[in-house]
């Protein structure tokens, strides 16, 4: 039988399989949260103000409606333009109150284009008055510059690095300066002149959660195909796996059918050992029922042979008796004649009725409930016996016996009758098929656990085309079926030997005797 090849486990496969899912779906991931990385410092980088210098041409032209205050500052972005007089030329938004600044209000207003970084410190000097360090570190191309203020609690300028034109700042400069204008806005300025030569000065409002919402809208999208890209992953890897669990399934249900249909053959399978356990059981279920279906045949054509043979071997006798005893009633037969055809008829019943308690005796003995008595018995004084009583008949009818039993107590659990039943039908089957003159041999010897039994004779033999199953029903040579020999006496003696938990076998010839039984029985 073939044996599948084992490849692990389920338990390995499914391991394996969210390993690798495992594996995949990192490897997704990765590649996803790289690309919004990268996609989270574009758009840092996309509101970054600096920009607002490439559209230095729109402003200069008045074209303030093309700026695209709201790509640059965000969704809620706006930005206002006001001339030398603090007058509003342009607002890109109507929707907020806008509020008025004064010129010293917008000195206090950071520059867009050096991308200020503002710091705000508490202070306390050596009096222990409580003072404010405002910095403001401008980025210009390729050099740093700081401004720094420092104003005491009435927000009174005691320090300036610059010429800012008041010395006390409101409370709304104040705010103007450290870019706290508004919790929803920053607020930059950018001073430009226009072609026309006036100047003018745009405050730019950018939304402080641009960065947050634009952020955010991109992280939820990243979510949202990292979902997809699980789902896609999840449906395929249930595909996959459904594939390598149905596949096995499939093959034996298809091998199922197939022995259902009588087409069954090996199936081998490379897969999970469980897999693989279920092929190799499946396949020696397979070989036992095969076998079992064969020898089911095979009792059926023994069965058939057997009702043939007993057909064939009460038919000759019947039609004998019945023809006689026909020819008797007609009167056909002469009186002088007529004391011989009824010896015949009554030779042939007492044939017929041996036969018939021979075909009870074997179909007994196929009973599921047949059974022995078994008792325990010197079978060395049995065999003795045994030889004894039939000695006188064996040498009346011109047979020579050769005995060999040593003198020992050698006690084994026989069924006296049923085994000098067995004995009997040997003896006959060699008296029957063998000339005058021959010799029969009686052997026992004690083996280790059993003893062994020989009965032989050196006659005319077995022919070779029936020695195999010499003791299988019904079998007999060409002479025993003219002489209308059943063919049971070496099965019922078999099956009496087996029923004793012995064996029995034909041997070989060996030395001077032709056909040789051999039978062993255990020892108590």
Known sequence: MKKSNKRGSIFTLLLGNYILFTFILAAILTTLLIFY???????????????????????????????PSERLLGAKGFILVLDQQQNIVYQSTHEYELPTFSADDIACIPQYSTTPEITVRNL?????????????????????????????????????????????????????????????YSLLKHQFQADDGASYTMLLFGDRNVMLTAVGRAWSSFFILLALAYGTMVFFFILWLNRR?????????????????????????????????????????????QRSEEERQHLERAKQKMLADISHDLKTPITVIQGYAK??????????????????????ATGLNELINTFYQYSKMEHPDYSLTLAPYDICNYLRDFVADRYAGLELTGFLLEVDI???????????????????????????????????????QPRRNCVRILLADNGIGIPDEIQQMIFEPFVVGEESRCSHGSGLGLSIAKKIVEAHHGTI????????????YKILLPIK
């Open 406 to 444: 040593p003198e020992q107590h050698i006690i084994c659990n026989i069924d006296t009758v049923q085994l000098g039943r067995a004995f009997d039908n040997i003896v006959n089957n060699s008296v029957k098929h063998n000339p005058k003159g021959t010799t029969l041999y009686f052997s026992l």
């Open 327 to 348: 020819a008797l009633c007609d009167g056909v037969i002469p009186p002088d004649e007529q004391t011989q055809y009824l010896q015949i008829i009554e030779q042939k």
């Open 245 to 289: 669990i149905k596949k096995p399934l499939h093959l034996l249900c298809q091998e199922l059918n197939s022995f259902e249909s009588g087409k069954s053959h090996q199936a081998t399978y490379q897969g999970p050992r469980e897999f693989v356990e279920i092929f190799d059981s499946f396949n020696d279920m397979s070989q036992r029922l």
């Open 37 to 67: 990385v990268l996609r989270t410092v574009g758009i840092i980088e996309n509101i970054d103000t600096t920009q607002i210098m490439n559209y230095g041409r729109t402003l200069e032209e008045k074209r303030f409606q093309e700026f």
């Open 124 to 184: 306390t000097n050596a009096q222990g008055q409580r003072q404010i360090a405002v910095t403001v570190q401008e980025n210009q191309s390729d050099t740093v510059a700081f401004r720094e203020y420092i104003l005491d609690e009435n927000k009174r300028l005691i320090y300036k690095s610059d010429n800012l034109p008041m010395d006390t700042l409101t409370e709304v400069q104040y705010k103007l300066l450290t870019n706290d204008f508004s919790p929803e």
């Open 505 to 516: 076998q034909l041997l070989k010839p060996y030395s001077h005797y032709s056909t040789v």
